[in-house]
């Protein structure tokens, strides 16, 4: 019974929404909106051979952005802040094709 017990106890901890990233319509090559289908309190972009990450603004509930003064060199990694949750880092997830109304996978589950 003890095992069953600690077997069940892991599968409803690890249950939970996946973090998914959908391309808004307003995003060019230069310009990035991520809709994010859980709430987080920080985004931001890594491009690819980049050092730095670049943070996105909150533009409306779930939605970020940022604008490029040159285009976005893919793929992009996303590093974002969960609402209780921590950071959590997602390399390469967005490819440097990326076109509005794909929806990328995170494979990070939160509560």
């Known amino acids: 019974m003890l095992v069953a017990a600690v077997a069940a106890l892991l599968v409803i901890g690890s249950s939970g929404t996946e973090v998914t990233f959908k391309i808004g319509k307003s995003s060019t090559t230069s310009t990035l909106e991520l809709i994010t289908n859980v709430a987080i309190s920080e985004v931001e972009i890594k491009e690819k051979g980049g050092s730095d990450w670049r943070g996105l ?3 409306s509930a779930n939605t970020w952005k940022i604008k490029s003064d040159a285009p976005l060199k893919g793929p992009l990694s996303v590093r974002f802040l969960v609402k209780n949750g921590g950071y959590r880092v997602v390399d390469n997830v967005i490819p440097e094709t990326f076109k509005a109304g794909s929806v990328y996978k995170s494979g990070i589950q939160v509560q």
Request: charged residues 65%; without cysteine.
């Open 57 to 59: 603004k909150e533009s």
